[in-house]
């Protein structure tokens, strides 16, 4: 079940470098990419950054509606993490075709993908420079969700193997999360 | 044994996300200082983005010699990871007290921490206004080595337990990395 996240502990949910699947929308338009340069770079007000490559559909619709959302998704979601990744979303609907399902956000535009592990809805700080420089956005995280079985009590765990996040090194590996280990205090 | 890797793919380095090691020098003064907010966000040139916050040690160091490293620990190095981002280094070596052993990098002043399974040397790019609203430091990657144990022929490896990367969620509590797994082509 999908729970909230105090947006003060969102970045938990990111902190460990999962890939992510970033989800948008602009009128009737929607899209789904795959991204693995997101992270978080403030607690309060939380806050992330992700790069956008100029030339994708993704990037078109961000900058029309001023918001994304940063889904995390599972194992499960290996083939179509990948896939979302190399196909353009411009021609064909992705959801579609990877068969992912979306379901609205509550506060931002971009639709949640059901079955993954934790999300972020996002609105862009405007950072024209950062943004045609480096394809860098900034945004402000408004609201926080995770599934229940997979963070409980401000902490990830992993029930099963397919339960785990994916993390992308290149060309389709991805190793995904592994054990839970604590440093001496 | 530390072997180069191409610049071209100093990305797969951190693409999967681990939290890294920030090492720093200016002068007779150096420092380490843990870093989970660091990613690729270019693969030519070879790019990365870290959040160093403003009143550390290692930002005073990085804005005077406009270098740093990235070390990539393993998780044989659990302790001294969560160690070195709670003390500062300004009036104690975090190096001696950590038990760390640094070793000189190629290209910048920074030193390289052993025992790691890779490094990128980066030189700073300057662009203060993002420095100064968001601790965000754009860098290029000038050198970047591996652990030829733990990155072999272009890909991640992690032959035992201890060797694998680690990811910070919160607090001192880690996820280490696990299983490699491919998808569909």
């Avoid at 506060?107 to 592990?117: N, Q, R, S």
């Amino acid at each position: 079940m999908r729970v909230s996240v105090p947006l003060r502990r969102a970045y938990k949910l990111i902190n460990h470098g999962p890939t992510t699947l970033i989800t948008t929308a602009s009128g009737e338009r929607r899209n789904v990419m795959t991204a693995a340069w997101v992270m978080a770079i403030d607690f309060e007000p939380a806050r992330v950054v992700a790069v956008i490559a100029a030339d994708t559909f993704t990037r078109e619709l961000v900058e029309a509606s001023g918001e994304f959302a940063v889904n995390v998704p599972t194992a499960r979601m290996l083939d179509a993490v990948y896939a979302a990744g190399k196909a353009s979303g411009e021609d064909a609907d992705k959801f579609a075709t990877l068969g992912l399902t979306a379901s609205p956000a509550s506060m931002v535009g971009a639709p949640l993908l059901e079955g993954c592990a934790a999300w972020l809805e996002c609105r862009v700080v405007p950072e024209p420079q950062m943004q045609e420089r480096y394809d860098l956005f900034v945004a402000d995280v408004v609201a926080a969700w995770a599934d229940d079985a997979s963070f409980v009590d401000d902490a990830w765990r992993f029930p099963g193997d397919e339960d785990r996040t994916l993390h992308h090194i290149s060309g389709g590996v991805f190793v995904t999360s592994g054990q839970i280990v604590k440093a001496k205090p």
